[in-house]
């Protein structure tokens, strides 16, 4: 009607891709994406002066991705039955593809692939926005919701991953340097994997929320001036998994259950640096909604204002200035980062040798011989995941936001050409970190500017291991007879690690741009621009006790880039310089033909 408009879309992708390293279906991975969309959008005219739109937009995507290899029978590889038939009871059979096998850290090229991933993402976009005119002013406000939801698996390893490295092939010493390629052959060819798994995963079905208010005024002050001036407030939900199947955090205070046990086998065999009284073994994993814990990762960030300003002057009729500042946020749900799965997903790991390979109890002949570890959720409490490195979520996180601000100045010169000066600059706060909180301290690394192998001696040496025989600790990298000195000087020593996100990285841009536009005439016109500017970034700790991240020019730094791209209509055919009157025949050869160029670098 003359007052109302509504409008329906609804679209459908597909694509399917196909990669292969190497020759045959080893290698190959496969694929399979399929998206759907719809949109309904309402706009209602109350009168000149005031309208609403409304909207709702429904995005769908499954990405599912599998290899050339699906399906394939390990059994044809030397595995015995036995092995493929508690593999297939105790995981998800899909999963089986040709085993992932990597030699010497991938310096040669792997052989197959994990058994791929079926992911199902919902968009939910609901959105309303009015716009009232009175005046010199056109304001706008409104508001947004959205659901973000994904159903995910993930196979992982179902066939038994191999990595054979140099621990074992290495010397004289077990911490001598390496050879650059090589010696993980000769592990494989000694039957003797350096380390593996057999991955037993859990789905997920996680869930986030966002909201959003904004007003915005554009004011026409002067019939030089305009202004336009706002702010917006975002709350983005907790991120929830459905089943609570989820890490939530990590408490450093309470002692581990098995503390008292590792304390007594400790007292046995104690090293110098670390008294018996001062050895301790606290914290563990906190899960969502479990013991009083909320079923949200993390607890909202509740402050997420974000003004905005601009402004454009006419300073003649041909020049004009324009400024703005604005800040803008970021989300760090399931559009960021997946649920935290450690307990509920369960890797059984390949562990060759408890004394430094003295002995062997697993090589490719007998893999798993005390067969796979099950999954037991948040059953274990603070003993979940003891040997191993989980990562939890940071209670307080914040949303990483950008400050961005910028003056230019544009001028009209003669011949059509347009000339612009602009200064772009971007500040990033809050941004995420990943944070080690168990490293050796600081005081006992090198700070010589070469390889000190007296302390990697000391800190390498092998000790008697205080968690060796406690049961959570079987097949975990911390399950061995001897530990490294290193190891037990670690603040969390009965993890392997323990990381999280915080919001403690930065970064900064700066940049000048210049650009000249010549607009359509004679059939010809050009653009080029020329960018100076630096990108510097805090997002990385170069030593995991480093107490703030390392400030580096960011690999997304290009100091200078130039772009310059043309069309010219070549002057011949009808209506142009040459053969203005051609037609027929004629016209269709030597009529409409272009140039056309660019270049960027």
């Known amino acids: 009607s003359d007052k ?49 739109n409304l909207r709702y937009g429904l995005t769908y ?37 040709f085993p992932l096998t990597q030699i010497d850290g991938s310096a040669f090229a792997d052989l197959g692939y994990n058994g791929g991933a079926n992911v ?30 994904e159903n995910g698996f993930n196979y992982g390893n179902v066939s038994p991953q191999l990595a054979f490295a140099q621990a074992y092939t290495r010397g004289p010493l077990d ?70 199947r989820s890490i939530r955090g990590f408490d450093f205070n309470t002692e581990s259950p098995i503390a008292a046990q590792a304390k007594a086998n400790y007292a046995k065999n104690p090293i110098p640096e670390l008294p018996v009284s001062q050895f301790k073994v606290m914290g563990g994993l906190l899960f969502a909604g479990v013991k009083g814990q909320p079923r949200g990762l993390w607890n909202a960030d509740k402050n997420n204002f974000a003004p905005r300003v601009g402004l454009a002057y006419e300073l003649n009729p041909k020049t004009i200035v324009r400024a703005g ?60 995941f003891l040997g191993r490195g989980p990562s939890f979520f940071d209670e307080n996180p914040l949303n990483p936001y950008m400050q961005r601000w910028s003056f230019s100045v544009q001028r009209q010169l003669p011949a059509r050409v347009l000339f612009e000066t602009t200064y772009i600059g971007n500040r990033g706060t809050k941004i995420g970190v990943q944070r080690q909180f168990t490293a050796t301290p600081a005081q006992y690394l090198s700070t010589l500017p070469y390889r000190d192998q007296a302390t990697i001696d000391f800190l390498g040496q092998q000790v008697p291991n205080p968690f060796y025989e406690i049961p959570e600790f ?111 025949i004629v016209q269709g050869i030597i009529g409409g033909w272009q140039l056309q160029g660019m270049y960027e670098g």
């Open 61 to 97: 995507q499954n990405p599912y991705n599998y290899r050339g290899t699906q399906g394939f029978d390990l059994t044809t590889l030397g595995f015995p039955k036995s092995l493929v038939e508690e593999i297939g009871k105790k995981t998800d059979p899909g999963g089986f593809t």
């Open 325 to 384: 500042y604005g800040i803008f946020y970021d989300v760090i749900g399931i559009d960021r980062q997946d649920v935290q799965q450690g307990g509920f997903n369960q890797p059984t790991s390949i562990n060759p040798s408890l004394d430094n390979g003295q002995t062997y109890q697993e090589t490719l002949s007998n893999l798993f011989p005390r067969g796979l570890d099950v999954p037991r959720g948040a059953a274990d409490g603070l003993a979940t």
């Open 175 to 244: 911490n001598s340097p390496t050879a650059p390629i090589g010696q993980g052959l000769a592990s494989m060819l000694l039957g003797i994997p350096t380390g593996g798994r057999v991955n037993n995963n859990a789905s997920r079905a996680e869930q986030s929320t966002f909201w959003g208010l904004y007003i915005q005024d554009d004011w026409r002050v002067t019939r030089r001036f305009t202004l336009n001036i706002g702010v917006r407030y975002e709350y983005e939900g907790p991120t929830t998994e459905r089943h609570n």
């Open 474 to 584: 079987v097949g975990s990298g911390l399950g061995n007879k001897n530990t490294s000195r290193g190891n037990l000087l670690k603040p969390y020593p009965h993890f392997s690690g323990i990381t999280a996100n915080l919001p403690t990285g930065y970064s900064h841009f700066h940049s000048l741009q210049v650009r000249a536009e010549k607009r359509m005439s004679a059939g010809f016109t050009f653009q080029v621009g020329w960018t100076y500017s630096k990108y510097m970034e805090a997002t990385a700790y170069l030593n995991e006790t480093d107490l703030r991240p390392e400030k580096v020019v960011s690999p997304n730094d290009f100091t200078h880039r130039v772009v310059a791209s043309g069309l010219y209509e070549l002057p011949f055919g009808r209506g142009r310089t040459f053969f203005p009157n051609a037609g027929g």
């Open 4 to 52: 109302q408009r509504m409008f329906v879309r609804w679209n459908n992708s597909q694509h399917d891709n196909s990669n292969d390293t190497l020759p045959g279906p080893v290698t190959q991975q496969l694929l399979d994406r399929t998206g759907w969309g719809l949109v309904l959008d309402d706009v209602y005219v109350f009168n000149p002066q005031l309208l609403l």
């Open 120 to 149: 199902k993402t919902y968009y939910h976009t609901f959105g309303a926005t009015a716009t009232k005119i009175s005046g010199g002013h056109s304001m706008k406000f409104g508001g947004e919701f959205r659901v973000m939801q």
